[in-house]
């Protein structure tokens, strides 16, 4: 009754290895760039502006942001974990094409059951006579590489007695793929604790030099699996928020690079120029992210905004509509996107949404395994996350990797949504 199975494909996926790759090689570049935009107040005032004044949680969450800055940072130690999640575009022409859905910069998850995975597809292979195409599946262990990345953090903050703090929901069903990275920092006798927000307005405090303490433990890195979600907040989740944030704590993230994983960002980062004045003088980077950008578009008010909206509802199957929301589940599609933006086409509420091309991949099929779910063959696509690590000190970066990759798979009749969410399987890349 408690404990499930995470969903998975009974068999691996095909990808094809020169997008894989593709994917690898732009992290690095996309872990400098949410580096970039959560150092740049002026960029994330200018491009959350129209945001902030019709969503209020984006908004609340930038009241803390200016707060802590106006108050002068203590964190000096900076640790970034996103993940970068990317469809294969079949195009016009259908030659398969690499394209970003979005980058998530805070609770990125799945890094520990993913490690599991393809062992589990091996073994699967193995057993349908498969031993060749079994050994063809990469290894592949993010917790490890999530974990190196809070590692690197903690020892920069410079105390042995201090703690790691995962900040958890209050019902916690994903708690094994914590549990994964957790057990990669006992294995480095790196304490962990456990706490919800809850915890941290009771029991946290800040002492003269703005060290976090809870129950009496220093606190290191505070690893954020929550907080996501206006519905994750009430007034005590929010005064707690604020306490984290003023702390010297390491967050992972801090309040800027959750900023800076909002749609309002990505769409504007698609605009003529707006990569090239963040990554100035990193040509070749600039090249390898805009080469992953699908067409995003703003429905700012105004002529051109005006403009997009028509067209929206003019053809609604050639685009998705989203809101400024973590955790799937949230887009809208079709008949449904062209209702919402016929009710606030002339509103400013819809400043709160960007719109996208809709990616159109080529399904497969397979099988995709759920507890308590009846089994049948569906025609699926994929979608590929690569995880990225980077630790900022100053103004120096030490740490900048890929530290390894995801991939979930879904029925094509389920336009939206992740595992979490209660859509997508866990699987394994098949390279071809």
């Avoid at 499930?4 to 095909?14: G, I, R, V």
């Avoid at 590692?151 to 995962?166: N, P, T």
């Avoid at 050639?318 to 996107?337: A, C, M």
């Amino acid at each position: 009754q408690v404990v499930n199975y995470a969903p998975f494909t009974l068999l691996p996926s095909a990808v094809p290895s020169a997008l894989f790759e593709q994917a690898y090689a732009v992290q690095q570049d996309f872990n400098l760039l949410v580096d970039a935009i959560s150092q740049n107040k002026e960029f994330l005032e200018h491009t959350l502006a129209s945001t902030i004044k019709v969503d209020d949680f984006t908004a609340r969450l930038f009241r803390i942001y200016t707060q802590v800055l106006d108050e002068g940072l203590a964190q000096s130690v900076f640790l970034g974990i996103n993940r970068s999640d990317y469809m294969f575009d079949c195009g016009v022409d259908g030659t398969p094409a690499l394209k970003q859905i979005e980058i998530n910069t805070i609770a990125a998850s799945f890094g520990g059951l993913t490690s599991r995975t393809a062992v589990v597809h091996g073994r699967v292979l193995k057993v349908l006579g498969k031993s060749k195409e079994a050994s063809r599946l990469l290894p592949n262990n993010p917790s490890k590489g999530l974990a190196l990345g809070i590692v690197k953090a903690w020892e920069l903050y410079g105390s042995q007695s201090a703690v790691v703090m995962f900040l958890v929901e209050e019902v916690q069903r994903n708690i094994f793929d914590q549990r994964c990275v957790e057990n990669e920092l006992w294995d480095r006798n790196i304490r962990v604790i456990r706490k919800r927000f809850r915890d941290v307005f009771e029991k946290g405090s800040l002492d003269d030099a703005r060290r976090l303490y809870m129950d009496g433990q220093e606190v290191a890195v505070v690893y954020y699996r929550e907080g996501y979600m206006p519905k994750n907040y009430d007034q005590q989740n929010w005064e707690a928020r604020l306490l984290l944030e003023r702390s010297r704590a390491v967050k992972c993230p801090d309040i800027a690079t959750q900023l800076a994983g909002t749609k309002k960002v990505q769409q504007e980062l698609s605009r003529p120029g707006t990569l090239e004045r963040l990554l100035s003088g990193h040509t070749d980077a600039v090249a390898r992210i805009r080469a992953t950008f699908a067409g995003l578009y703003s429905l700012d008010m105004g002529k051109e905004g005006d403009k997009i909206v028509a067209m929206a509802i003019a053809d609604p199957d050639r685009f998705v509509l989203k809101p400024q929301r973590e955790g799937g589940g949230n887009n809208l599609y079709g008949e449904e996107l062209r209702q919402v933006l016929e009710k606030i086409k002339d509103s400013p509420e819809r400043t709160s949404y960007i719109l996208m091309d809709k990616i159109k991949p080529q399904p497969a099929m397979n099988y995709l395994l759920r507890a308590h779910s009846p089994l049948h063959v569906s025609q699926c696509i994929s979608e590929l996350g690569i995880f990225g690590v980077y630790v900022r000190q100053g103004k120096e970066m030490v740490m900048n990797t890929a530290a390894g990759h995801l991939l979930r798979t879904k029925a094509i009749e389920h336009a939206d949504g992740g595992v979490a969410a209660g859509v997508a399987v866990l699987d394994t890349p098949y390279l071809v």
